[in-house]
């Protein structure tokens, strides 16, 4: 492919990565855009809703953040649509202070965020809910990312926060005489089965204006999701490029087989009916006052389609591709 092309991208986790957005980074550094003729050029931005302006002002093609403020960004009449996923859930742990020893004290607490309509608000809000909490009972803290986040619950300045998995199990052995994890990996899924995730995102003038562009980026992200599924040491060797946490060897493997067994990569580009349906659906239940939006008119989901055409599809009982009969 001797054509190359250049895309501009926002990635809303900010100079840093996570378990649950490595894709987004193994597309550069295992060569999966570079291999479909993209140049790609990484902005970071605080959170997923800046991500989504930071695509809606033009000042990127396209934007990396939470599925979210791209829903919310619709509803409200901006013209941006989803591409491809970055991945099906979220790796976090609910981090807390040791005085908080069951999740019946949970009311009341204070609890950490990213930012109002970030990703950690809106998976908060689905446990807080799943929980059978009212959200009126939190003390809702919107701090900015992970490192800001996990200072505060070192110097014991708010009781709870979501926080990256990798980060969560280096903060559980490193200051394991204040902090624990009340929820895993394994009890939020089962609280909150279906999570929200990473999206890549654009704009409808941009989408019809640039449509090689886009289909060469939605098969190299299934590629690259593909090959984080597929084999430990390429997972291994994003996670050491771009992750700087402290971890033992069998608990970074563990992490990885937790992402598999429960079909955390986007390995069919994550943009399935009945999983969006399920999305679009939390989220209105989540914020009643917003206008309701179609999922047509909200997913491009003919580049995803296209790419599994050519790369064709891959456990679709765990990652169905978008149907666009």
Known sequence: MTD?????????????????????AAATTLGCWAD???????????????????VIAGDVDVGYGGLGPAISARAKGAPIRVVV????GLAQNLVAQNRFETVNQLKGVSWALDGFGALSHHMARLTVAALGI?????????????PERIELLVADKIDVSLIRVEEALSLARS??????????????????PVQPHGVLTTLEDYELENPEALRRLARGMITASRALHDDYQLFRKVYDTHVTIPLPDDAIETIWRQEVETGGFAINGGLGVEHWKN?????????????AIERDDLIAGNFVSEALEILGVRHPDIDAPPDHA
């Open 279 to 291: 999305q679009m659906t939390l989220y209105a239940g989540l914020n009643p006052d917003l206008p």
């Open 134 to 146: 009212d959200e009126t009972e939190i003390d809702w803290q919107a701090v900015g990312p992970p």
């Open 85 to 88: 996923s970055m991945a099906r």
């Open 4 to 24: 190359r092309i250049s895309i501009r991208l926002a990635a809303g986790s900010g100079p840093t990565f996570g378990v649950d957005d490595l894709s987004c």
């Open 36 to 54: 479909e003729g993209l140049d790609v050029t990484w902005t970071p931005v605080h959170g997923g809703v800046a991500a989504a302006n930071a």
């Open 175 to 192: 200051h394991g005489q204040s902090l624990h994890i009340l929820l895993g990996f394994s009890d939020l899924k089962k609280l909150v």
